[in-house]
């Protein structure tokens, strides 16, 4: 029994290592020139009329992280040139126009809470101003690499990484306040919270938790499960739902993206769902340029209370709203 359990130990890591190989060694690219994005092959039209809309914004379909909207910014990780090395870039939500970047070169993910921004990168975790992009702390995480999820709470960010340790966060100071072993005894640890998982994605509220379970990292239009729960983890609700995004969450609904294009928004309540924009014509997952590679197209959703952005990765396109939005 238990050299059965070390194997499966050893197998979660083996997974866990070449899921996230790739995405370190891209991370830690030497020469920043050295970067081209795919080129985009469609545009779309909108079925409602945007605040405002922007072309050549470059977000890898590996990006770890959605798009985030936090305090008047959109934050993404990306470019917005062809040639561009990837780096933290805030867009104002009135105007469009670029509010400021941050360029350190080991981006993976963010995430936001209260006015500032947290940068998930290889072996660290950086705090940023979100009005300035000014840096107000950054933490290094011993013996690990990328980071793959950051979710932050309570005034403590829950910190996933590639590496031995899950960890907490002071949200203020960038202190480790806790480090949570992934082993305990050669087996995986079952006390490691659910958003530790690299194929759950997570968004909170005051009052419930809302789960997007994935059959591979990335969303690509396979039906997936959507569930509510409580903060008690008693179920509410769960929706299927052909997806091509991760889910955002404000206090009117879950917003998610679907293969066909349709901004999709399911009710706090019950999960029901209905359509809000069309985006036509429809998103393609994938391409085979001239040589024969296959490129991959990403697609995200952030909202706040306010706002509602998406981004169509084969148009290298990103559209506002204003919320509420008719149909």
Not at 8 to 24: A, E, P, Q, R, T
Not at 75 to 84: A, L
Not at 157 to 170: K, Q, S
Request: hydrophobic share 40%; charged share 15%; with cysteine.
């Amino acid at each position: 029994m238990k050299a059965k359990k070390r194997r499966l130990s050893i197998m979660y890591y083996i997974i866990l290592w070449l899921s996230f190989g790739g995405l370190v060694l891209t991370s830690c690219a030497d020469n920043p020139d050295i970067f081209y994005w795919a080129q985009p092959i469609t545009e779309h039209k909108a079925s409602v009329p945007e605040l405002w809309s922007r072309k050549n914004i470059f977000i890898s379909q590996k990006s770890v992280t959605q798009l985030i909207a936090t305090m008047g910014k959109v934050i993404f990780i990306g470019s917005s040139e062809q040639d561009g090395y990837p780096r933290v870039i805030a867009i104002d939500e009135v105007t469009g126009s670029e509010a400021w970047e941050y360029r350190g070169r080991n981006a993976v993910t963010v995430a936001a809470a209260n006015k500032n921004v947290y940068v998930g990168e290889v072996g660290s975790v950086t705090a940023l101003n979100s009005e300035s992009g000014n840096v107000l702390w950054s933490t290094p995480l011993p013996f690990s690499k990328s980071v793959t999820k950051l979710v932050v709470q309570d005034g403590v960010i829950y910190v996933d990484a590639v590496g031995a340790n899950y960890y907490l966060l002071d949200t203020e100071t960038g202190a480790i306040l806790q480090s949570i072993s992934y082993t305990i005894n050669n087996n995986v640890n079952s006390n490691i919270p659910a958003w530790s998982n690299h194929q759950m994605n997570l968004e909170l509220s005051d009052h419930a938790i809302y789960f997007q379970k994935q059959t591979g990292l990335y969303p690509n239009g396979d039906a997936v499960e959507i569930t509510a729960m409580d903060k008690l983890k008693n179920k509410i609700w769960n929706a299927s739902v052909p997806a091509i995004s991760r889910l955002s969450v404000n206090s009117s609904g879950v917003y998610i993206l679907t293969l066909d294009g349709i901004l999709v928004r399911l009710n706090l309540s019950d999960g029901l769902s209905n359509d809000l924009i069309e985006f036509i014509p429809p998103p393609v997952l994938s391409s085979t340029l001239e040589n024969g590679d296959v490129v991959g197209y990403g697609y995200h959703v952030a909202t706040n209370e306010e706002m509602l952005y998406i981004y169509l990765g084969d148009g290298a396109q990103l559209f506002a709203y204003r919320l509420p939005i008719t149909p």
